[in-house]
């Protein structure tokens, strides 16, 4: 019994790391905004205007978001998700992974809640990778209006050239990630 009352210490103690950390990176990133704002006292006007417009988006998004995430944790039972993008799921998952980010429309952020979401129930670190960057990168709106105004030609090129490129960062993003898990 031991061990298991060691392991949850030693998370907590991770837990109180990371939390720790985090609050020096938003002391810090505050502190740089602060002197920023100081020392182009101009621009201070606008920036503050924009960061009040975005905190309003996202205070007023956020909640809609986290209802959807939990009843997507009560819903969606982790064996689905293990099956089509987990471990096992192979390019059925890559393939699944790049429409799941295609197809949502909103700003980016939203993504990783749902990202997170589907880690803790087993997906694939690649698969979460292909799908926060095929929600950045291809939208199926974004490909119409591409498709307008730069051709199709072009449209089809970078497409097939940003979905290998997602793979592959994905997969190599996955190796990296196993390898420093291991060396911990």
Known sequence: ???????????????????IRDYIIMCVVMAAAA????IFSD?????????KNYSLEIILILPAIMIIIGLFSVWIPKEIVIKYIGKTSGIKGIFLSIVLGMLPMGPLYIAFPM?????????KISNIIIFISAW?????????VEIR?????????????TIIFVVIMGTIIEKIIRFTEKKD
């Open 43 to 51: 621009k201070s006007g606008s920036v503050l205007s924009v960061s």
């Open 149 to 161: 105004f730069m051709g199709i030609e072009f449209t089809l090129l970078r497409l097939a050239l």
């Open 115 to 123: 990202a997170v979401a589907l880690l803790k129930k087993g997906a």
């Open 35 to 38: 002197i920023t704002l100081l």
């Open 1 to 19: 019994m031991k061990p298991v009352k060691d392991n949850k210490s030693n998370e907590k103690i991770k837990q109180k790391r990371f939390l």
């Open 136 to 144: 950045a990168c291809i939208k199926l709106p974004q490909e119409l």
